[in-house]
């Protein structure tokens, strides 16, 4: 995130009245630096709660995967539903899903010769 930093100094240059002291100036400087967000901060600060959010959910997806916790319990049910969506593109990629090919007929039965 980027904020915007604004840096003011002011000088002043004091002379002295009184008519015994040796005409001398002084000069009194002050520096201010304020910092201020810039426009788009609030929006980048949501954009990443939200995948903040996302990323929790599908680290709690793996741990529950994991221990292979009960998909009937109401909380391990609601999380796999909600991460599901966020799953759902990648099923499949490893072939996992899928079962084994089933052999030609011909192999699976001895020839009657």
């Given at each position: ?37 810039s426009g788009n901060s ?72």
């Amino acid at each position: 995130m980027v904020d915007e930093r604004r840096v003011v100094t002011h000088s002043d240059e004091v002379y002295t009245t009184d008519p015994l002291a040796p005409a001398a100036a002084t000069s009194v400087s002050r520096r201010e630096v304020t910092y201020r967000d810039s426009g788009n901060s609030l929006l980048q600060r949501v954009i990443i709660f939200i995948f903040g959010i996302i990323q929790g959910l599908l680290l709690l997806r793996i741990v529950l995967l994991l221990i292979a916790a009960r998909e009937r319990n109401d909380l391990v049910s609601l999380i796999y539903n909600v991460s599901e969506i966020f799953v759902a593109p990648f099923r499949g990629i490893l072939g996992r899903d899928r079962s084994p090919p089933a052999r030609p007929p011909s192999m699976s039965q001895p020839s009657s010769r």
